[in-house]
């Protein structure tokens, strides 16, 4: 077929992508034994264990920075036991979903969309279209559900991997025992900054699926749309991810939490 | 042939755009229940982006595709989702879910459009690759197959739900000749036996002239359908410029 995209029938976009997210959902929720269950444990499978060392080692290394950077401050005060608090707080609450997100802007993004570049540019989403298969509900739903399913994890292994990297400069530069530190970690945790972090790791999750998903829906029909929907998923994914994370610290903040 | 009133496929003034601007404008032709309808034209002339305006992937810039008596593009969600599953396409390239085996192809629409059970989609899936002649090779991913024989998978995914409109976009290129000769026996067999109408993009006249109850001409330089008809006839009596796109071998006769 010709390469023509001017005038096709554009697939969803902005608001009109989020409705048809939403009624794909309802459709799954009416009859989810036709939904591809089987297609979100390998969304999750290819998201989740894939990610983790990426994942774990990156958080370790904000964590290590954040002892660092953290303790030299405290340390003027006379606060170098707050390190643990700093880094605990700091990981749970915001780092670590942020780092995750960062990671997976560019491991899923730019995954998702290029590989829904390459089925719209090789017609396998008009093939959807015209049978009556909607696109979003069986291509977008399940990468949807598989990475808010393996974002969590990955943020949860990636804060504790901070976490006990934050132990380094604790201990061996700033004084504090093993068991002062750890004393901390436990004091300064509590159930808001883990709701918090956890939300804000989800938000990044339908942010980093939609933006890959919504690239490679809007591709055009040529190998180089391919590569640029991966691109423009990944810069979006990224912007939009740090937007979120300004935005909910301001808001939390606000509310005094 | 006992022909219904309305047809299953009736495009009236359509106008055909691509990237690249207008490509076709007036475009008026039907096809009734039954009836095998070849488009034929240059390179360029518009007939696969035709094609797409048909199976509801373009939205026209005037005119209208009724499909079954409803205008595909404005009907409503669930009108339009009836339409689509009497409706099978057969793309040029295949367009087969890569990601998934023949047989996988085949069996999601079953499962997801008509519902069926395991045990029959796998019956259905293996009794249409054997329709098309690939009964060995529903295991296999569509990068193990040859050109010809994704073709021929696309075509049983396009038959499996058994669609009463199938649109297929030059079927016979990249088949030998012997399959080619096979794919437009199967193309009889289905007008004749099931009443399937299929309307087919092709560059080959030896094709047309052995399948097609109609054909539709599209000039390239005209930008308009510069004739329709028997294929026989217009080979005969055609205006000389789809004579001579037809017969490109033998001097233009006056008509």
Same mark, same amino acid.
């Given at each position: 077929?010709?390469?023509?995209?001017?005038?096709?029938?554009?697939?969803?976009?902005?608001?009109?992508?989020?409705?048809?997210?939403?009624?794909?959902?309802?459709?799954?929720?009416?009859?989810?034994?036709?939904?591809?269950?089987?297609?979100?444990?390998?969304?999750?499978?290819?998201?989740?264990?894939?990610?983790?060392?990426?994942?774990?080692?990156?958080?370790?290394?904000?964590?290590?920075?954040?002892?660092?950077?953290?303790?030299?401050?405290?340390?003027?005060?006379?606060?170098?036991?707050?390190?643990?608090?700093?880094?605990?707080?700091?990981?749970?609450?915001?780092?670590?979903?942020?780092?995750?997100?960062?990671?997976?802007?560019?491991?899923?993004?730019?995954?998702?969309?290029?590989?829904?570049?390459?089925?719209?540019?090789?017609?396998?989403?008009?093939?959807?279209?015209?049978?009556?298969?909607?696109?979003?509900?069986?291509?977008?739903?399940?990468?949807?559900?598989?990475?808010?399913?393996a974002f969590p994890?990955?943020?949860?292994?990636?804060?504790?991997?901070?976490?006990?990297?934050?132990?380094?400069?604790?201990?061996?530069?700033?004084?504090?025992?093993?068991?002062?530190?750890?004393?901390?970690?436990?004091?300064?945790?509590?159930?808001?900054?883990?709701?918090?972090?956890?939300?804000?790791?989800?938000?990044?999750?339908?942010?980093?699926?939609?933006?890959?998903?919504?690239?490679?829906?809007?591709?055009?029909?040529?190998?180089?749309?391919?590569?640029?929907?991966?691109?423009?998923?990944?810069?979006?994914?990224?912007?939009?991810?740090?937007?979120?994370?300004?935005?909910?610290?301001?808001?939390?903040?606000?509310?005094?939490? | 042939?006992?022909?219904?009133?309305?047809?299953?496929?009736?495009?009236?003034?359509?106008?055909?755009?691509?990237?690249?601007?207008?490509?076709?404008?007036?475009?008026?032709?039907?096809?009734?229940?039954?009836?095998?309808?070849?488009?034929?034209?240059?390179?360029?002339?518009?007939?696969?982006?035709?094609?797409?305006?048909?199976?509801?992937?373009?939205? %026209? &810039?005037q005119g209208s595709?009724?499909?079954? =008596?409803?205008? +595909?593009?404005?009907?409503? @969600? /669930?009108? *339009?989702?009836? $339409?689509?599953?009497?409706?099978?396409?057969?793309?040029?390239?295949?367009?087969?879910?890569?990601?998934?085996?023949?047989?996988?192809?085949?069996?999601?629409?079953?499962?997801?459009?008509?519902?069926?059970?395991?045990?029959?989609?796998?019956?259905?899936?293996?009794?249409?690759?054997?329709?098309?002649?690939?009964?060995?090779?529903?295991?296999?991913?569509?990068?193990?197959?040859?050109?010809?024989?994704?073709?021929?998978?696309?075509?049983?995914?396009?038959?499996?739900?058994? %669609? &009463?409109?199938?649109?297929?976009?030059?079927? =016979?290129?990249? +088949?030998?000749?012997?399959? @080619? /000769?096979? *794919?437009?026996? $199967?193309?009889?067999?289905?007008?004749r036996q099931q009443?399937?109408?299929?309307?087919?993009?092709?560059?080959?006249?030896?094709?047309?002239?052995?399948?097609?109850?109609?054909?539709?001409?599209?000039?390239?330089?005209?930008?308009?359908?510069?004739?329709?008809?028997?294929?026989?006839?217009?080979?005969?009596?055609?205006?000389?410029?789809?004579?001579?796109?037809?017969?490109?071998?033998?001097?233009?006769?006056?008509?």
């Open positions: 077929m010709s390469a023509d995209t001017g005038t096709a029938l554009p697939p969803p976009a902005g608001f009109a992508f989020g409705r048809e997210l939403l009624l794909a959902l309802t459709r799954v929720g009416r009859r989810p034994r036709l939904f591809g269950w089987r297609e979100v444990l390998e969304q999750f499978d290819q998201t989740g264990p894939r990610a983790l060392p990426i994942v774990v080692l990156a958080c370790a290394l904000v964590g290590l920075m954040l002892g660092y950077m953290g303790g030299a401050q405290l340390a003027r005060i006379g606060g170098q036991l707050y390190v643990a608090d700093v880094v605990t707080v700091g990981m749970v609450r915001e780092l670590a979903g942020l780092m995750t997100g960062v990671i997976l802007a560019g491991r899923v993004s730019s995954t998702y969309a290029a590989h829904l570049a390459s089925m719209t540019a090789n017609e396998e989403v008009d093939a959807l279209r015209v049978m009556g298969i909607d696109p979003v509900g069986h291509l977008v739903l399940p990468r949807l559900l598989g990475l808010l399913m994890l990955l943020m949860g292994f990636g804060a504790v991997a901070g976490v006990a990297a934050g132990w380094a400069p604790a201990v061996l530069s700033y004084g504090a025992t093993t068991a002062e530190y750890l004393q901390h970690c436990r004091d300064s945790l509590t159930w808001t900054h883990l709701w918090i972090g956890s939300f804000k790791g989800l938000l990044y999750a339908v942010v980093l699926g939609l933006a890959g998903c919504r690239a490679g829906l809007l591709a055009g029909r040529s190998a180089e749309a391919v590569g640029r929907a991966a691109t423009r998923a990944v810069v979006s994914a990224l912007v939009l991810i740090v937007a979120v994370a300004c935005l909910t610290t301001i808001f939390f903040t606000l509310l005094g939490y | 042939m006992t022909r219904p009133s309305t047809p299953v496929l009736l495009v009236q003034d359509l106008s055909v755009h691509n990237a690249q601007g207008l490509l076709l404008e007036g475009v008026d032709f039907q096809a009734d229940a039954g009836e095998v309808v070849a488009v034929v034209g240059a390179s360029g002339s518009g007939k696969s982006s035709l094609l797409r305006h048909l199976a509801g992937l373009q939205v %026209p &810039a595709v009724q499909v079954f =008596g409803h205008d +595909l593009y404005r009907s409503d @969600a /669930a009108t *339009l989702q009836q $339409l689509r599953q009497r409706m099978g396409i057969m793309f040029q390239g295949g367009a087969l879910w890569t990601s998934l085996s023949v047989n996988e192809n085949i069996e999601l629409p079953l499962r997801l459009l008509a519902g069926m059970g395991a045990p029959e989609r796998a019956a259905r899936a293996r009794a249409t690759l054997a329709l098309v002649g690939l009964d060995d090779a529903g295991h296999k991913l569509p990068a193990e197959l040859s050109g010809g024989m994704r073709k021929r998978a696309a075509l049983a995914r396009a038959l499996a739900l058994e %669609p &009463a409109l199938l649109l297929l976009d030059e079927p =016979g290129s990249g +088949l030998d000749p012997v399959s @080619a /000769a096979k *794919l437009d026996d $199967l193309i009889l067999q289905l007008c009443g399937t109408t299929i309307v087919k993009v092709t560059h080959d006249m030896a094709s047309v002239l052995h399948v097609a109850d109609r054909m539709v001409f599209l000039d390239r330089q005209l930008g308009r359908v510069a004739a329709v008809g028997h294929p026989r006839e217009l080979l005969d009596h055609g205006p000389p410029a789809v004579r001579a796109f037809l017969n490109p071998h033998q001097p233009s006769r006056p008509s």
